[in-house]
């Protein structure tokens, strides 16, 4: 089975800072990963390195792969790379249909579509008309991850979704990405503060240091293993 994505011996970052150090990483087919951390530790870059929205200083990344390095972010999303950024950046003057079609990309046999969006987050569909702005943080976290679906993506990158949402948005929030993991078999990487919820949805975690990865293992090792987890990134939970 050919991988997803494949990171080998990356070093990125903007301009001539270098952020990511010698990442090396490989996603198959449907799997899942988070990406735990300290703040400022390189995980939003990594991300943005995978998208095209850094400098590439050397290493190589593929998806599905082909290598990706040379291709403008457009180009990679078509390809089928879906982002969810932590800012959500939903368009305030467009209601929730207009910002989920927007950029939507169809396919043929099926795939992602409004029904198929407002099926997994009903509050979508009860708020069809209201505006970007008139959302709330939940909803529109759930507008970000369903406009990024509408674009059919095979890999989904989710930059901190679950930051600053009230539990139960949280819960909704996750059911939905367990569905997804299911039911689509989607491969997606979730960048998270809370470890403990991140660790239980992805059966693989890595822990990043000053732009390198220092753990790449089973999650259930870290869920076991407070003391591992608090020392790898200074909290247990």
């Not at 494949?6 to 899942?32: K, M, Q, R």
């Not at 300290?38 to 991300?47: F, Y």
């Not at 939903?90 to 029904?115: H, K, M, Q, Y």
Request: proline share 4%; with cysteine.
């Amino acid at each position: 089975m050919t991988d997803c994505l494949t990171l080998c011996d990356v070093s990125a970052g903007y301009g001539e800072t270098v952020v990511l150090d010698g990442v090396s990483l490989a996603l198959a087919e449907g799997g899942t990963l988070s990406v735990l951390g300290r703040n400022g530790v390189g995980k939003t870059t990594l991300l943005a390195s995978v998208l095209g929205h850094t400098t590439l200083h050397a290493g190589v990344i593929a998806f599905g792969g082909r290598p990706i390095a040379g291709m403008r972010p457009f180009r990679r999303a078509r390809l089928g790379i879906g982002y969810v950024p932590q800012e959500r950046e939903i368009f305030p003057s467009l209601d929730v249909e207009e910002n989920l079609t927007v950029a939507a990309r169809p396919v043929r046999g099926g795939g992602w579509t409004l029904e198929r969006v407002y099926a997994l987050f009903p509050r979508l569909a009860e708020r069809r008309r209201s505006m970007g702005d008139q959302l709330s943080g939940g909803e529109q976290q759930m507008l970000a991850v369903g406009r990024a679906l509408m674009l059919n993506p095979s890999l989904l990158l989710l930059d901190e979704p679950l930051e600053g949402l009230a539990p139960v948005m949280v819960d909704r929030l996750l059911d939905a990405l367990l569905r997804l993991r299911a039911e689509d078999g989607l491969a997606m990487i979730l960048v998270e503060q809370h470890a403990r919820l991140a660790l239980e949805f992805s059966a693989r975690a890595v822990i990043m240091d000053r732009g390198k990865i220092v753990y790449d293992e089973n999650s259930r090792a870290l869920l076991d293993d407070p003391r591992l987890l608090a020392g790898l990134i200074g909290v247990a939970g």
